[in-house]
């Protein structure tokens, strides 16, 4: 493994807590497929962690809520056919998992108005399709000498 996986600052995962587990991927191979556990699970006991600030612990458990399953966070990798690649991959969606989760909350969107220049842009440029469009009106077809008259 590649070292400490930051979540963000001066906080990382604690390979002490990582919990692996390895079983074979699925899908097409050759001999190789049917001996090597290459899919990656790793989990993560959110709610039992001291490594996360009580904030940032807070925050993630209220916004992972529906992906907990008794307060374990589980990632799966099995995109590469290594397992030490699936391992750096499953540890970085993990610590990303958890910086996205225990991020602060967006700051509220302040309400404002469409600029009347803007506005008035757009009028003036739908009245000019709408011109536009009715310069193809099909009553000008049926005439004979054609629409200039000749």
Do not use: C
Not at 26 to 53: I, K, M, Y
Not at 72 to 93: C, K, L, P, Y
């Amino acid at each position: 493994m590649s070292g400490p996986y930051v979540i963000r600052g001066s906080v990382s995962l604690p390979e002490a807590e990582l919990m692996w587990r390895f079983s074979r991927s699925s899908g097409p191979g050759g001999q190789h497929v049917n001996t090597s556990d290459s899919q990656v699970e790793l989990r993560f006991d959110l709610a039992r962690t001291e490594s996360l600030p009580e904030v940032w612990k807070q925050r993630a458990l209220e916004r992972l809520a529906g992906r907990l399953n008794g307060g374990v966070i589980t990632v799966r990798a099995s995109e590469h056919r290594s397992q030490w690649r699936n391992r750096e991959t499953a540890a970085v969606r993990m610590a990303a998992l958890l910086a996205e989760a225990s991020g602060p909350p967006p700051k509220p969107r302040r309400a404002t108005r469409i600029p009347r220049g803007i506005n008035e842009r757009r009028l003036r440029e739908k009245k000019q399709r709408s011109e536009t469009k009715r310069g193809r009106n099909a009553r000008d077809w049926g005439d004979p000498a054609g629409p200039l008259g000749v």
